[in-house]
Structure formats: structure tokens, C-alpha cells
């Protein structure tokens, strides 16, 4: 049985993010992000809470530069479970969220994000680890 390392880092990714929080080292040697922290990405998104797996997964926050936010459960880097959804105009979505889409009939955050993003706004995207959240 292995025992798993961890640690406080605080790391700038060649893009210019930024992860300050716990990551642990595997068994072959490879660091990941896991237990509390906080990723800003070089164009302003910050995502502060937990994860596991070097993914967003549990309980956080994800804020980006327009206001818009999300406060609530993660899984996979995608929004799922129960979350609040403040969208820039000041409305806000509450409810239950299945990988980024609302369990309950309200918006699919991605695809609204995306749509109005590219209309209003231009395109905004935050990649982690082959996962794209689309935001306005």
C-alpha cells in the first residue's frame, strides 16, 4: 500500500496561470491537484475550492471577468449537482446542474454562455485538462 504525498504549492502554469493550493504526488510520480485551491487563468477566471484528481470536484467557486458566476457542486471540471448560476444582468439560476446543464429545465449554462458570448461579448473558454467550461 502506497502513502500519498501532499503539499502547499503555489504554481504559474507556461500560460501564465496560476494554482496556489494542495496537490499530491501519485504513486508514479506525477503531481496533481488535490484538497483546496485556487486557479486564475491568464484572462481573469478564478476558480477557488475543492479538488481531486487534478479536477474541479466538490464543493467551489467560479468567477469570470464579466461577473458572471457559479457557487456550487463540481464533478469532472463540469458544474453538477446543487449550484447558484449569477449570470452578469444580475438574474441567477438556482437548482440542480448534470455536467454543466440544468437537471430541472433552466439554462444549459454551456451552450447559453457560448451563443451569448460570441454575440455579446466575444468567445471566452476555460480549459482544464480537456474540459472547456464556456462563460459570458
Not at 483546496?36 to 487534478?54: L, M, N, R
Not at 438556482?94 to 440544468?102: P, R
Not at 449554462?109 to 459570458?136: D, E, H, N, P, V
Amino acid at each position: 500500500m502506497s502513502v500519498e504525498e501532499s503539499f502547499k504549492v503555489t504554481y504559474i502554469f507556461p500560460n501564465g496561470d496560476t494554482y496556489e493550493g494542495e496537490c499530491y504526488r501519485t504513486s508514479e510520480g506525477v503531481v496533481v491537484r488535490k484538497g483546496v485551491g485556487t486557479q486564475k487563468t491568464a484572462i481573469g477566471i478564478t476558480y477557488s475550492g475543492k479538488w481531486s484528481g487534478d479536477k474541479m470536484n466538490g464543493a467551489g467557486t467560479l468567477v469570470h471577468p464579466s461577473g458572471a458566476k457559479y457557487e456550487g457542486d463540481f464533478m469532472d471540471n463540469m458544474y453538477h449537482g446543487n449550484g447558484t448560476y449569477h449570470f452578469p444582468d444580475g438574474t441567477k439560476y438556482i437548482g440542480t446542474f448534470n455536467e454543466n446543464s440544468s437537471s430541472s429545465g433552466g439554462p444549459n449554462i454551456s451552450r447559453k454562455s457560448w451563443r451569448m458570448g460570441k454575440q455579446k461579448m466575444g468567445m471566452m473558454a476555460m480549459w482544464m485538462k480537456q474540459t472547456c467550461i464556456l462563460l459570458r
